[in-house]
C-alpha cells in the first residue's frame, strides 16, 4: 500500500464537506451552465457511461459485509468515484463550462480523492486481504485485471444501494440543461 496523501485532519474534514460540495457543484452548474444542442450529445454520452460504471458498481457492493472483487472492481478499486468523475465531466461537456469543469475537478481532487483514502484505511482494517487486493488493482484509472474476480452483478443490490438516486440526480441535471438552451 502506498503512503497518505493527505493528512489526517483533512481527510476528517473533507469527509464531512462532500455533500455541501455537491451543493456547490449544484450552484454552479446552475448559474454557469451555457448548453448547446451540439453540446448536450457527447456530454450525455460521457455521462451515460458514468452512470452505467456506478450502476455495474452498485450491483457487487456488499459494503462492510465482504470484499469485492469482482465486476468493475476488478478493473479498479475505487468504479463508484470513476462513474461519479465520468458523470460530472459529461455534465460540465454539455453545460459548456469551464468553471462548472474546473470547479468540478477541484471537488473530485480535495474532496473525493481524500475520501477514497479514508475508505481504504477503513477496508484495510476490515478485510485482511485488501492489501494484497490493492497491489492489484489501481485505485482509479482502470486496468485490465490479472485476475478475474468472484462477485456477480444482482440487481437487488443495485436497489438496496439505492443507485437509481444517482440516475434521477442526472436526469435532473440533463433536464434543467435542456431547459436552459
Known sequence: MRKHWFPKPYADLVMRLRVPSGFL???TFALLSYP???????GLALSLLGLFLRGWAAGHLRKNQDLIDGGPY?????????????????????????????????????????VME???????????????????????VPRWPSQPGHSRFSPALYWKNEEWKATLAYSLGFAYLLWKI
Open 25 to 27: 457543484l449544484a450552484l
Open 36 to 42: 448547446t444542442p451540439a453540446s448536450l450529445l457527447p
Open 74 to 114: 476488478a478493473l479498479t478499486r475505487n468504479p463508484l468515484y470513476l462513474g461519479t468523475l465520468t458523470v460530472a465531466l459529461g455534465l460540465a461537456l454539455s453545460a459548456r463550462s469551464w468553471p462548472v469543469l474546473l470547479i468540478s475537478l477541484a471537488v473530485f481532487f480535495l474532496v473525493y480523492l481524500p
Open 118 to 140: 479514508q475508505e481504504e484505511q477503513h477496508l484495510v482494517k476490515l478485510f485482511p486481504a485488501y492489501a494484497a487486493y490493492a497491489a492489484r488493482v489501481p485505485l482509479l
